[in-house]
């Protein structure tokens, strides 16, 4: 079953592309007609293309990686945040840091900044600065929270990326394509699909189509994270019951030698007993020398 479908792309706005003169000709295969002047989108092909992407999105998720959306344009803004959130996934919202991924190890460094400074609130050293000093770390702060926060559970480079707008966040799609990162991308008619893994053909302007295509991604991502986690808690649960075979084997196996010396002591017993025509017939014979 498809994750959307046409009347609720439609409703959404997700048909309209651009200005016919501002289209790229990479889009042809997705564009369905031409009305005043402006392209309308094969929503058909989009439905598709939404599923293909979940699909891809969950399988990522599952495998326990991480998936780092990108939109800094205004409309876009509110729901990267909310619908990354609500999967746990890193997000970046305001300003694309040029070398996020490309020079991801001066990035982290940054990053650390924030912690030291965290550090200095609690160890008494703002106590030791004057107003000035106190005021510049303060903003310094202020300024790598909103353009790094939302990055800072991200440790290691994201195994995948999702974009709306591939024109106005170009320098994240160059930086994931040269690092071999696959690309998931919101593209409209006026954008270049062939740097995209997984295009998704859709008006990247209206925050309505925006939030449908997202709300049907990190859905299917919420969906690969509770496969992990009940995976992971089968074999957690298979673990334990291994632990607790492997030593009940050993309380096995000394009951089983217990019992197995256990018969072998009764038949040596048995057989060590004197039989009872032998305790008579010694008896017969003491009783004459008893009375002599």
């Known amino acids: 079953m498809s994750r959307t479908n046409f009347e609720q ?35 058909n092909k989009t439905v598709v293309k939404i599923d293909e992407a979940a699909s891809a999105l969950k399988q990522i998720a599952k495998s326990g990686k991480k998936i780092l959306f990108v939109s800094t344009k205004k409309q876009a803004k509110d729901v990267i945040a909310e619908k990354a959130t609500s999967v746990g996934m890193p997000y970046v919202n305001e300003r694309w840091a040029g070398g996020t991924l490309t020079n991801f190890p001066t990035i982290r460094r940054t990053i650390k900044k924030m912690s030291t400074i965290d550090k200095m609130t609690t160890d008494g050293t703002f106590a030791n600065l004057n107003k000035r000093e106190l005021l510049q770390i303060t903003r310094q702060r202020a300024k790598l929270e909103k353009n790094l926060g939302s990055i800072v559970d991200l440790t290691r ?14 320098i994240a799609v160059r930086e994931a394509n040269k690092l071999g990162i696959p690309v998931f ?4 008619t006026n954008s270049n699909p062939n740097d ?20 049907a991604c990190c859905q299917a991502i919420a969906e690969g994270l509770a496969e992990r986690k009940a995976e992971k808690a089968d074999e957690k649960a ?18 089983a030698r217990k019992n197995e010396t256990a018969p072998a002591n ?22 004459p020398a008893a009375e002599e």
């Open 9 to 43: 792309l439609l409703e959404a706005g997700a048909h309209f592309g651009h200005l016919s003169r501002k289209w790229n000709p990479a889009m042809a295969p997705y564009i369905f007609m031409e009305r005043n002047g402006i392209h309308i989108i094969d929503l």
């Open 266 to 287: 009764e038949t040596a017993a048995v057989e060590a007993a004197p039989e009872p025509e032998a305790v008579a017939a010694e008896a017969a014979q003491t009783e």
């Open 238 to 255: 298979a673990q334990e019951q291994a632990e607790a075979e492997a030593e009940e084997k050993p309380r096995r196996q000394r009951r």
């Open 196 to 215: 995209i893994d997984f295009v998704i053909p859709a008006n990247d302007d209206a925050k309505d189509a925006i939030d449908v295509i997202l709300t």
């Open 185 to 188: 991308a919101i593209v409209d």
């Open 157 to 170: 480079l994201p195994s995948a990326l999702f974009v709306v707008d591939v024109l106005k966040e170009n």
